[in-house]
């Protein structure tokens, strides 16, 4: 439909955005996406668990995509989507600099917020030596003093998943309670040592993490302190579009509700990657964008076909009254 200038708009360009819009640029559907080059992931030093694609630096294989998508014909522009509203058959996207473009269809893939405790120094460490991830960092931190922050019920899980990674590891409990029971069994059984009192600061030492300061004053020497972010989904533009933000059944986070395709129950509209599944993967999400991208060009498929058969349908009528 030449009224809008695309068939797609993908707001946010990371795995998933940039997936989906190598799918439907290679499916010849006229694509835009805002908002490529800082994907979650780059503080890191190298993606892992990318099989093929192993270390390589975030921004690098975003570049990689980028590239992609363009030499395909997509279309990829470094501005933030600040505004979107349904037309009556499609959606116009406003962004940060003014400009306004329109499309039939949308994918949101705007990622998430990593929303860490509340200690000094610990953003800045983030993705370096202060952790979340085993299978994105754990192999880089193997047999190291390992430190795991206490914020929530989950860090007795964390503690127990670093464990395979290191034989030294401290669970800091901060201000959550004592393990008991089966935890504190588990815990002595696999030589996980239980430290109490609140964690007021880490220690850095040319540029390396080295310690973990409790508000006593004592310092518990370490080389990594993984933590547990609340992952908090990127949805200003998903909430003008009426999309559905849940809490995770977890309590990890919140996302936007979609089906297995990423629809997004709100017509012309899908998601993909971190902001509807807040534990996607690199991979995962590439391939959640690539699916939803699929799904949307099968749509546009059966939009295109139901026009084309109305046209038909008047040619026909016009041709037998003549
Ligand atoms: C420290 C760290 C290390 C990690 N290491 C690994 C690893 O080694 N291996 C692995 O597989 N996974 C790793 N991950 C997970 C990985 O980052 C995610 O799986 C991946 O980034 C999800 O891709 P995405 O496209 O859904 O979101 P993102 O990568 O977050 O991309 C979303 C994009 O949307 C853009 N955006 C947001 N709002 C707007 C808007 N309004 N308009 C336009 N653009 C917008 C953002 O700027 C961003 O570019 C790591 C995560 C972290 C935090």
Redesign the pocket.
């Given at each position: 439909m030449s009224d809008y200038n695309f068939d797609v708009i993908v707001?946010?360009?990371?795995?998933?955005?940039?997936s989906g819009a190598l799918i439907l640029a290679q499916a010849r559907r006229r694509i835009l996406v805002?908002?490529?080059?800082?994907?979650?992931?780059a503080?890191?030093a190298?993606?892992?668990?990318?099989l093929s694609r192993d270390g390589i630096s975030?921004t690098e294989l975003?570049e990689l995509g980028a590239a992609e998508v363009t030499r395909y014909g997509g279309t990829i522009l470094h501005?933030?989507?600040?505004s979107a509203r349904r037309e009556e058959q499609g959606f116009a996207v406003g962004?940060d600099d003014g400009q306004v473009f329109t499309a039939r269809r949308l994918l949101i893939?705007?990622?998430?917020v990593?929303e860490l405790p509340d200690i000094p120094g610990l953003r800045q460490r983030?993705?370096r030596d202060v952790?979340?991830?085993p299978?994105?960092?754990g192999w880089e931190v193997r047999d190291q003093p390992i430190g795991v922050l206490a914020t929530g019920p989950l860090a007795a899980h964390q503690a127990l998943l670093f464990r395979q990674w290191s034989a030294d590891l401290t669970l800091f409990l901060h201000n959550e309670p004592e393990p008991a029971g089966e935890e504190g069994e588990q815990f002595a059984a696999r030589r996980i040592t239980v430290v109490a009192g609140k964690v007021v600061a880490i220690e850095v030492t040319d540029d390396q993490l080295t310690g973990v300061r409790l508000a006593s004053g004592r310092v518990v020497p370490r080389r990594a302190l993984v933590v547990a972010?609340r992952f908090v989904a990127?949805s200003?533009?998903a909430d003008e579009l009426g999309l559905t933000i849940a809490e995770h059944p977890l309590g990890i986070g919140s996302h936007l509700e979609s089906d297995s395709t990423g629809y997004a129950a709100v017509p012309g509209v899908w998601t993909?990657?971190?902001?509807t599944d807040l534990k996607?993967?690199?991979?995962?999400?590439?391939t959640?964008?690539a699916t939803a991208a699929a799904a949307i060009n099968a749509d546009l498929i059966a939009d295109d076909t139901r026009r084309d058969v109305a046209r038909y349908r008047a040619r026909e009528l016009g041709s037998h009254r003549r």
């Open positions: 707001i946010g360009g990371g795995a998933a955005g940039l805002l908002g490529a080059g800082e994907p979650r992931n503080p890191a190298g993606v892992h668990g990318f975030p975003i501005a933030r989507a600040s962004t893939t705007t990622g998430l990593d983030w993705g952790l979340h991830c299978y994105c960092h972010p990127r200003e533009i993909a990657g971190n902001v996607a993967q690199v991979l995962g999400a590439a959640q964008g």
